[in-house]
């Protein structure tokens, strides 16, 4: 992470801490007294790549400037069930408040890696790339998006600031893919590239035509997809093709072997399923 | 929701929004002028139940306070695949723009409504209820929290702050269960009733002996219990129990013959699963 | 004070300061070089018990993270008249700076704790405990509260999120106390106790059967709190009883001996007199 | 209260409100449905000045923007115990929740416009007049200072950015008052007038002939006031005087005949003494 | 302007306020009564083209909502000496205190326009287009931005998030042209287009064959600039150009024909001349 | 700077950056690895007055804490082009990040510093100062008023709350000069010396005789302003003069003789002229 997503992280960790403390942890302050020492351990409970342990860092840290995590995987790496991943020793009272907040963006980030993991390596030898979508948890798009990445991924647009992309929704408002497309390259077609879906032969031309950079081939079968990659490079050598649209794990092959450069995955962050970590504390 | 919830959606919203818009919707403003009109609206895409319809409609209305949204489904409703759940009318730009974060909110509470309301249904004639945890998305508890509310389930604590629940590792560090729920009980024990995890029948007896209100059975089969619910009420009749721990659809209502007052299912937020919505928009 | 308080304090003191300083300290800034150095220090002006000195200390490393406060007292210590209670170096535009600030601090949140003193001392011998209300200042709740728990008071409610307490009020409103307790009980009687306020016998018994776990006795004799004390214990061995309304220095005694766990004393701190406290400055 | 101090205000009783309210009001979220509605007044328990009717009503109208009070008295008039000061009518769940803030501050304000009113007219007849002084409580000094304009006072700085007053505190450290004064005058003197703190008649004509505008008394007795302003009018005619230092409601008249311009009394918001209001909620 | 500089404009013009009044106008509270009426206006001093009469309406109804301005020219419009622009009537105390600030924002963003029509008018008839960039203000971006869309200019990059520009002290630390564009295409290609800073025939060679496209041509003559664009749409057909440095009004016809896309002119924001307009106020 | 500057300081400080950077610096992270390190140098690009390297300073060690900048040349101190006024090492994807911002502050900065001394050193030898006004960029006052004393000259008010000055408008509203005077000097001019625009000897005279503290003559010629000056000097000797409006370099020497204390010059900081600083950044 740059340091604009260490600020943006520093934030979000505050947030999410006075989330679940309010005004304190009840039952640490009315059994502990603030001296107590404790040792805490991050453990994976199944296979999974690690993801998010800087965000648990930071989780303690803030409470507690002293305590630190020691790192025994680093994110990105892949790990079996029963591996310590992490451990830290401290006020105890400092572990078990951070203890959820910890173990909820560790749980989520690592499932979020976990997965973009299996489906890059389910495209493996093929030219395509996986990318993530903007349906990611609101709140959370940053380091859904980091996870992705750490799991192998490519990031796809940050917001709607961060690109243009014209899908069907718009077209229909604008009148069509060609005064779309015109209207795009004409106001800010400068420094950005124009991206438009497009389901048909014919789309593709008007888009071709009318100035496209990308083309986006969404919620066709692999088939369509590869006839349409193959129209649109031999009309301009070197465009950029995506494609999306109900990508599983098991149907993201034939998408790659259709041939588009990336294949957008909203499942990665839209699933959640969370992976299994357990936090473990023991006084000295 | 209250006035209180209601001032901090707003601030979440607004948050939302900014992730996702940052200096503003880069291809709706290079291919539309300000006062195109357009339809937008929001479809079910499977049977579920509705959750976040007043979520989305604050997304629209930050962007533009004209606009609102005409539900045709309220939170907490059932609907099948293909109801039309609420349309809106109003400049295409600000549909456009809210599209994602309004799409993101909706598909993700009605998932937490409709997989709660699965698990409320599979208990159905027991004495239980079913209740959440605090593994919720870090930032969005609130959210998550009413949305399992709507599914008919009940909100446990809502942060640290909330209530005093002494787990394995408080006990852990404060040197047994006994000194835990007598130092809990002198020093909060006024307003505060006390919560204490125990697995066998001895820590029961200690915990009622130093004064515990509530038990929480973890990680216990569905036998084990029902021996020590029935333990519990004959030491103190009208005492409460709680149980969890890998609570899942199938083995659920087993739990819930056991006899406790409460199921917490951390499942109902974690999994994260979301159903699908689509927003359709047309010109005038 | 635990970390969550620490971080509310340190925001509480940047507001104070911001409000005494504006855009800077005109006086010290057109007499003095910013390299002056001086020495200053805090005289008790009369006996009190010493609350706020983490707050000045705050103060002052706020305006220069360098200076320091050496205490030679420390919160909840009793002193005299011309005690010197810490002294500090640094300076000499910041200790004027701060020198405002720091004492309307520590004189107001001394005369809490010399205020919940003398309660606490009129009571000695008896079972009763002396806490606080919210009749805070707006604003200060925390540190007042905690120069009430300094003083050897103990703490009620932080705020209406923290416990139930059913007065006259909402009596009234709900139709009576046995719905009131009721609906209480059933909505969120999992892990916090009832508290109703009762005037009479009938009033005791019906909140008892309705199930409350805490009962206040508001404007009443203390003959009329040992009577309802009383039949209270008798109905329900260990029921929580509390005492409130109009309690001074002269009556605390009497209402002690009726026998209620706890007396709620609004004047800890409504009074608001504070004690005064000299800071005087020297060029070295 | 100009638009500067609204919006001030409009911040300040949202941060009392988040203070008592939390994550929500547990009693009546738990005992009454959203819609119950209710009246409430307002009653004056004891003589005073009625002094933070306004904020009053922004606390009930932060929480329910229908809600307003009808006022029977305006801020700065005086009632007599028993006086209906204001009622509402509304949802009871809001009144209950409003209920404590306002009160708060009702009968703190109430009290500082009380108790400048008193020292206002104890010196009724003389050309002097009663000011505050910068010994507010932190984060309530605008409050403060408007209840004390409310009861008759005159506002003197509002932080140390309002003006120069050099007192004996910098005098030590600029090195005496020739100095002092001549450094403020050359480097702040051209819109601000120079205030001094002196004690003897060598003093006076020390910070004279260096350039002050302003004379302060402080700590001295009746006597020695009248003395020195009469020698300060000699040496300049129309300079500004004003005393200050342990003045009471037994004292002020005689430090009124002595002759200064200002009178500055610290126990105006120090002594915080708050006067009894009563909220009466009835339902419909 | 769309909703989301709304906001922000809202932002601004809250702490431009704050900036100017602190606690409060002295001299109008001193002099005027609340009640007051008057009526402004504001007239132009000198030929100009007029921006920034939405940020003065907002600053006056920010400081009475009720309070609107009445415009005789829009946003935009080239208008004479003399002539008055826009009026307003309301509370005197609301038109003083916001006086300053409007000005100080219709002086400086009219002067920005202003310049950029001379620019644009200047190279009438060539097919370039004159940009800003990123020489702005620091605070006032945004608004500067604005200023030169309505004086005929374009909009470069909104910051270094929002394109990707290439340039000498970049390609110094990368190594290269070639390993600049090669990662700069690899990393952010998909949706960005690579612009690359390049002075030679050789340079922008290396550039083209690494992928960029767009060349920017900075700090060289015109005639070099025309054999640039020349040799560039040799190689790529429809290439973006640039051309920025020292771009003057005496200079920069010459560099329009040399044939760029655009011209980037620091210029337009830097300069920061403000164009004098007048606010006249008159009581009713 | 004192302590309230250097808070604020960096706040505007994160301001800027944060508008430069929004969610990071595209090119930098698309071609550079984080651990690239560089050195760069701040070189002046014309004879100029230095401001603005703390602020600059300030720029680079909040997007990296390690990395500082060694200051060849102090604020204040004039420099020959090709000067070498700072360098700095450290990664640089930082350096890059932060050029921009550091550049427009150092520039801007520099340039009212250099402007001011011009205007300083044009009066030498007469008994005049130059100040500045409250015509500066919106949202930079306090950073340009720390320039103008950079370059010699005086600071005027820091905003409507810092002084009382009677403007033309203000005594058109309040009905004439004295009411105007009068008022202010009632409810004000206990610490505040009462400033007003005069421009006729009756005026003058009318001002003196209700109380007028300071006198100001506005768009008056310079033998008019003498002449007033004078007929000021004989009612009351050493009242405050001032004058104002229209000041240039060319005739500031004429008002200057015409023997007022300060003269008010707004083009310091409405005219905005930047001075050229390059930034030159070099690998190791």
């Given at each position: 992470?740059?340091w604009v997503?260490?600020?943006?992280?520093?934030s979000q960790?505050?947030v999410?801490l006075?989330?679940?403390?309010?005004?304190?942890?009840?039952?640490?302050?009315?059994i502990?007294?603030?001296?107590t020492?404790?040792?805490?351990?991050f453990?994976?409970?199944?296979?999974?790549?690690?993801a998010?342990?800087?965000a648990?860092?930071e989780?303690f840290s803030m409470?507690d400037?002293?305590?630190?995590?020691?790192?025994?995987?680093?994110?990105?790496?892949?790990v079996?069930a029963?591996?310590?991943?992490?451990r830290?020793?401290g006020f105890?009272d400092?572990?078990l408040?951070?203890?959820?907040v910890?173990?909820?963006?560790?749980?989520?980030?690592?499932?979020?890696?976990?997965l973009?993991?299996?489906?890059?390596?389910?495209?493996?030898?093929?030219?395509?790339q996986i990318?993530?979508?903007r349906k990611?948890t609101p709140?959370?798009?940053m380091?859904?998006?980091?996870a992705?990445m750490?799991?192998?991924g490519r990031?796809?647009?940050?917001?709607l600031?961060?690109?243009?992309v014209?899908?069907?929704?718009?077209?229909?408002?604008a009148?069509?893919?060609?005064?779309?497309?015109v209207?795009?390259?004409?106001?800010?077609?400068h420094l950005?590239?124009?991206?438009?879906?497009?389901?048909t032969d014919?789309?593709?031309?008007t888009?071709?035509n009318?100035g496209a950079?990308?083309?986006?081939?969404?919620?066709l079968?692999p088939?369509?997809?590869?006839?349409l990659v193959?129209?649109?490079?031999?009309?301009i050598?070197?465009?950029?093709?995506?494609t999306?649209?109900?990508?599983t794990l098991?149907?993201?092959?034939a998408?790659?072997e259709?041939?588009?450069?990336?294949i957008?995955?909203?499942e990665?962050t839209k699933?959640?399923?969370v992976?299994?970590v357990y936090?473990?504390i023991?006084?000295f």
């Amino acid at each position: 992470m740059n340091w604009v997503d260490e600020g943006a992280l520093y934030s979000q960790i505050a947030v999410f801490l006075r989330e679940d403390l309010g005004r304190g942890d009840l039952t640490t302050q009315s059994i502990l007294t603030r001296n107590t020492r404790a040792r805490g351990r991050f453990v994976a409970g199944e296979t999974m790549i690690v993801a998010g342990l800087e965000a648990a860092e930071e989780v303690f840290s803030m409470l507690d400037s002293q305590l630190q995590l020691e790192a025994f995987a680093s994110d990105g790496e892949a790990v079996e069930a029963g591996k310590v991943i992490a451990r830290t020793s401290g006020f105890a009272d400092v572990l078990l408040a951070g203890e959820r907040v910890a173990l909820n963006l560790i749980e989520r980030l690592s499932a979020v890696a976990t997965l973009t993991n299996k489906f890059v390596r389910a495209i493996e030898g093929t030219t395509a790339q996986i990318s993530d979508t903007r349906k990611t948890t609101p709140g959370l798009r940053m380091l859904e998006k980091y996870a992705v990445m750490i799991g192998g991924g490519r990031n796809h647009r940050f917001g709607l600031d961060d690109g243009i992309v014209i899908k069907s929704n718009h077209i229909v408002v604008a009148g069509g893919i060609e005064p779309a497309v015109v209207a795009a390259k004409k106001n800010l077609g400068h420094l950005h590239k124009i991206c438009v879906q497009v389901s048909t032969d014919v789309e593709l031309r008007t888009a071709v035509n009318a100035g496209a950079d990308v083309l986006l081939f969404d919620n066709l079968l692999p088939e369509e997809v590869a006839k349409l990659v193959t129209l649109a490079r031999e009309l301009i050598p070197g465009i950029g093709t995506e494609t999306a649209g109900n990508i599983t794990l098991e149907n993201v092959r034939a998408y790659a072997e259709a041939g588009p450069d990336l294949i957008r995955v909203g499942e990665l962050t839209k699933s959640g399923t969370v992976v299994k970590v357990y936090f473990q504390i023991q006084p000295f």
